[in-house]
């Protein structure tokens, strides 16, 4: 009873300051959420903002946070204008509300969708603006951080960050992780327990010789720095920066937040370059004890019976799952043999699971996965989902072979192939690092507005032509493509369609249209429609075409030996779903024989490359891993895609 005397007391006092009255309530009985938004004058959404919990039920003697009165009707104000804003991930109506100092009831009303549908990532939203210039969010926390107790609460802001709330209170982000267990991604309205720290931060030493301190710089809109751009101020790798700076890669980049960098070359007038980027486990090898593998892949055995060999190939031909699983099968096995080489032993089971979650949960319940160092599937995404889940109680590693969807968070599950926002977030930040003076087109079809969107909330003054290809008299013209384009900065064209035609007419047009114009073509996605004949591969070649992928073409170097063993074992050449099982399984296998587990690797921070695929796994805020390594490759002269990044 003391402590929660103690709790409300702090927590009364940490709002008394507030500039908007928010309040507390001890839950009664009888009370609901809807009396309550009554009673205080809210509504019952801007409560479940701030306690997200209470859209379950609310428990008695439950503390809820109350949101101050609402503000005056909209209807007795008139906008002086209107912004647009694009929905970033995570956000949500309660959030932008507060950052554009607006009520929520007015942000639906000049949105009306939003009084049924949810708000989505990619949204684009009429913002009313009643006052002049940008209002700033207002600091509910300044009394806190003024005040002298040593337990307190924090009331998330838009934008905040971990990493910014624990650096405000002299804190340790896992200081702030332990104090609020189940805090999960950041919302603002959040409430936070805040342990004031007794002793300053430690600094950070600065190494006169070598590094120097380099504050995160902010743009005009606020946002911080990039770490593509950071790596390029100073010619560093990604995982040199994230080595130098431990705290980066866990909680993210931040405006004002210090790095230690390299110090610069007084010869040169630039950055040194520190260790390379990839690293190669064969030389890190030092775990050799047997490894208990297990691959769970929809093989669809049953489905083949004791037919004829010739029905068996039939239904093979006609049954692409069970293809997938046999090359990617047959990759696992080349794995196991080039690990064998190096002195590692594999203990390999591989199970069918048929393509059913019953079966998969079967092969769980009726196995022994005790001593199990990883777990290679199942490929579908509901079903790795149920395994990682079955499975987390003993820290069983469980990776994603294919799935590029995002998937719920288990602390086991690794998600090997980098999401499609991963890829698009890549290319857009390696653009606008490079980004000085080009002329910027947008071209697209009326099914890719989100991406449109997106673009332009990067680089506003690009210009657009989006046309419709299912109209009759609506088609791609070389005269409104060349409207577009400008004779005196070089043109970067973003292409954003699946339009076999729209593709085909857009690149065609755009060759026609140099050297006149100097265009550079770009994509965030490149689709199965580039596949097809009518796009011609030289042409992508003029246009020094350039997209974000998660595979590159074949490392001949590093390919060499493991093609050729592969045709002297199968008589034909790997496919991508061969090659992808043999570099997922050979680096799973190099990553647990170079340390004493798979977590255990993951503090090295290693990148990692083999045939066609890298890997580089980054802890994701919700719980599990997710491989960001992303190619982005441009077409050569000589036809052949290049990485262009390290």
Excluded: C
Aim: overall charge positive; proline content about 4%.
């Amino acid at each position: 009873m003391k402590n929660m005397f103690v709790f409300l007391f702090l927590l009364t006092f940490a709002f008394q300051g507030f500039a908007q009255d928010y309040r507390t309530h001890k839950v009664k009985d009888g009370d609901t959420v809807y009396n309550l938004a009554k009673k205080y004058n809210t509504t019952e959404e801007a409560i479940y903002e701030l306690n997200p919990s209470a859209k379950q039920s609310i428990q008695l003697g439950q503390v809820l946070v109350i949101p101050p009165k609402k503000i005056g009707s909209s209807e007795n104000k008139k906008p002086l204008r209107f912004e647009t804003y694009l929905v970033q991930p995570k956000e949500t109506i309660f959030g932008i509300s507060q950052q554009y100092a607006i009520d929520m009831a007015d942000l639906k009303k000049y949105n009306p969708y939003l009084y049924k549908e949810e708000l989505g990532i990619g949204d684009t939203l009429q913002i009313p603006v009643y006052t002049k210039g940008k209002p700033q969010p207002i600091n509910y926390n300044e009394s806190i951080q003024n005040s002298s107790f040593g337990n307190l609460k924090h009331v998330v802001l838009p934008k905040e960050t971990k990493y910014g709330i624990a650096e405000k209170y002299g804190m340790e982000v896992q200081d702030l992780k332990a104090l609020n267990p189940s805090m999960g991604v950041l919302q603002p309205g959040q409430v936070l327990t805040i342990r004031r720290s007794s002793s300053k931060p430690t600094p950070i030493i600065k190494d006169e010789n070598r590094y120097t301190i380099y504050v995160v710089q902010a743009y005009d809109e606020g946002s911080p720095e990039t770490i593509y751009s950071l790596t390029r101020k100073f010619g560093i790798s990604r995982d040199s920066l994230y080595a130098l700076n431990p705290n980066l890669k866990k909680d993210g980049l931040e405006a004002g937040m210090k790095l230690k960098v390299p110090k610069t070359n007084s010869n040169s007038g630039e950055y040194a370059t520190l260790s390379p980027e990839i690293t190669d486990l064969e030389k890190h090898l030092k775990n050799f004890e047997t490894k208990e593998l297990v691959v769970m892949l929809p093989f669809k055995l049953n489905e083949i019976g004791s037919d004829s060999l010739q029905n068996q190939r039939e239904f093979l031909k006609n049954e692409r799952i069970a293809r997938i699983s046999l090359d990617f099968h047959s990759g696992v096995l080349m794995a196991m043999e080039a690990a064998k080489n190096k002195g590692i032993s594999v203990n390999l089971r591989v199970f069918d699971t048929e393509q059913s979650k019953n079966k998969v949960n079967q092969i769980i319940s009726t196995n022994n996965f005790n001593n199990v160092h990883a777990v290679i599937g199942p490929l579908l995404g509901e079903m790795l989902e149920s395994t990682a889940q079955q499975l987390a109680r003993k820290e069983i590693p469980v990776f994603s072979p294919l799935t590029k969807m995002e998937m719920t968070a288990y602390d086991n599950l690794f998600q090997t192939r980098p999401t499609d926002e991963l890829l698009q977030n890549t290319i857009i930040t390696y653009l606008d690092s490079l980004h000085t003076n080009e002329n910027i087109v947008i071209l697209t079809d009326g099914k890719h507005v989100g991406i449109k969107n997106k673009l332009l909330q990067q680089f506003p003054n690009a210009r657009v032509f989006q046309v419709n290809m299912s109209a009759k008299d609506d088609y791609l013209k070389k005269s409104e493509v060349a409207a577009k384009l400008s004779k005196t900065a070089e043109n970067w064209v973003i292409v954003e369609s699946e339009n076999i035609s729209l593709l085909s007419m857009a690149t065609s047009y755009l060759n026609l249209l140099q050297p006149e114009y100097k265009v550079h073509l770009f994509t965030t996605n490149r689709n199965n429609a580039y596949e097809s004949d009518e796009i011609s591969n030289l042409n992508l070649s003029k246009l020094n075409f350039t997209f974000p992928a998660f595979t590159r073409e074949f490392n001949l170097e590093r390919a060499a030996d493991f093609i050729k063993k592969y045709k002297e074992k199968y008589g034909i050449k790997p496919s991508k779903f061969a090659v992808r099982g043999y570099d997922l399984t050979y680096d799973i296998l190099l990553r647990l024989a170079s340390s004493k587990d798979i977590y255990d690797s993951l503090k090295n921070n290693w990148t990692t490359e083999y045939v066609e695929n890298k890997f580089h796994y980054k802890e994701k805020e919700l719980g599990g891993y997710q491989n960001n390594a992303v190619y982005i490759l441009q077409y050569g002269k000589d036809l052949a895609l290049k990485p262009i990044t390290p």
